[in-house]
């Protein structure tokens, strides 16, 4: 993961932000994953009047991708992006889904200046819950 292809994956995390339906919190987040096949799914944030019902542009991406069929052991990364913050972290909930996947995919946000921050899931969510199946 370089931060060229970093950049394009936040590109398409911003893209789908615009489609949040967010008329609660005005919060817009768009998720982007990347596949080892180069291919993108994309989520944005959907909230609910009952407002714990709300579901994060993350989950909402991870899950299409996985009712699309996408091999869980393909996700690359994950880019997050937010038009209403710099930095916008994934949510402990979405830590642990994203963890549920594989602890080495990389978790992208944008930087104050534009650049691209890259960390890994294991730095944001270490001793995750797993069960020994
Ligand atoms: N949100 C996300 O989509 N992802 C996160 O990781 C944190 C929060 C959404 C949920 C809600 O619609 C809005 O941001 C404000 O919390």
Redesign the pocket.
């Known amino acids: 993961m370089d931060k060229n292809q970093a950049l394009m994956l936040l590109k398409q995390a911003k893209q789908v932000a615009n489609n949040?339906y967010?008329p609660?919190?005005k919060?817009q987040?768009g998720?982007s994953i990347l596949f080892k096949d180069k291919s993108v799914v994309q989520g944005?944030?959907?909230?609910n009047a009952s407002y714990g019902l709300?579901?994060?542009?993350?989950?909402?991406a991870l899950s299409t991708a996985i009712s699309l069929g996408k091999n869980k052991d393909d996700i690359l990364a994950v880019a997050?992006y937010?038009p209403n913050t710099n930095k916008?972290?994934?949510?402990g909930?979405?830590r642990q889904w994203i963890a549920e996947f594989s602890s080495d995919i990389k978790v992208i946000v944008e930087n104050n200046n534009g650049s691209a921050l890259i960390y890994t899931i294991n730095d944001l969510l270490p001793y995750s819950f797993y069960l020994n199946t």
């Open positions: 949040s967010a609660y919190s919060f987040v998720a944005c944030n959907v909230e709300t579901l994060c542009a993350e989950r909402n997050i937010s916008c972290f994934p949510c909930a979405c």
